[in-house]
T-cell receptor, first 112, second 112 residues
Framework: SQQGEEDPQALSIQEGENATMNCSYK?????LQWYRQNSGRGLVHLIL?????REKHSGRLRVTLDTSKKSSSLLITASRAADTASYFC????????????FGAGTRLFVKA | ETGVTQTPRHLVMGMTNKKSLKCEQH?????MYWYKQSAKKPLELMFV???????ENNSVPSRFSPECPNSSHLFLHLHTLQPEDSALYLC???????????FGSGTRLTVV
């Protein structure tokens, strides 16, 4: 497995439901970020959570970080069709210079 | 527009051609990045520049040559590419190496 793996690979829900995506990583991190990508366009930064933080909120988004389990989750509440996109977690590694490594992403489908 | 502009949006080139991708940001960011996104693979970090100095070359073949003349501009010079180099090339910038990224919309490159 690689640094930053999202789970599930794909998720299909109805509009109004909550969507939860998980990210696991292997090595110690400086911070963890979540991004959204629509249809092969550029990624949009959603939330950054630092290694000494446990939870952050931004609108309908809630991110948690458990450094003991090396995992993070992204919760989107009251999902909308417009939330349909791929979601990526990215971990900033400090060892050997700063590198941000992306996972393969979770593809979210929100049905209207 | 995100504040990071990539040109061209699409590029088709032959294996013997030389072309360049351009990335420009006027966000006052000090770090800039090139990532490669291939189908069904995680984003691959290629190069990192911080204050115009290259701080990371992630084992990228020499047929890809980056150039960062100032903190606002980043180029990726392409020469003698292979069909497997066909991908979406994403440029990003950040305030510093520890903050979230702002991505451009990418250049869709096809090598024929």
């Amino acid at each position: 497995s690689q640094q930053g793996e999202e789970d599930p690979q794909a998720l299909s829900i109805q509009e109004g439901e909550n969507a939860t995506m998980n990210c696991s990583y292997k090595t110690s991190i400086n911070n963890l970020q979540w991004y959204r990508q629509n249809s092969g366009r550029g990624l949009v930064h959603l939330i950054l959570i630092r290694s000494n933080e446990r939870e952050k909120h931004s609108g309908r988004l809630r991110v948690t970080l458990d450094t003991s389990k090396k995992s993070s989750s992204l919760l989107i509440t009251a999902s909308r069709a417009a939330d349909t996109a791929s979601y990526f977690c990215a971990t900033l590694l400090k060892a050997g210079g700063f590198k941000t490594i992306f996972g393969a992403g979770t593809r979210l489908f929100v049905k209207a | 527009e995100t504040g990071v502009t990539q040109t061209p949006r699409h590029l088709v080139m032959g294996m013997t051609n030389k072309k360049s991708l351009k990335c420009e940001q006027h966000l006052g960011h000090n770090a800039m990045y090139w990532y490669k996104q291939s189908a069904k693979k995680p984003l691959e970090l290629m190069f990192v520049y911080n204050f115009k100095e290259q701080t990371e070359n992630n084992s990228v073949p020499s047929r890809f040559s980056p150039e960062c003349p100032n903190s606002s501009h980043l180029f990726l010079h392409l020469h003698t590419l292979q069909p497997e180099d066909s991908a979406l090339y994403l440029c990003a910038s950040s305030q510093d190496l520890e903050n979230g990224y702002t991505f451009g919309s990418g250049t869709r490159l096809t090598v024929v």
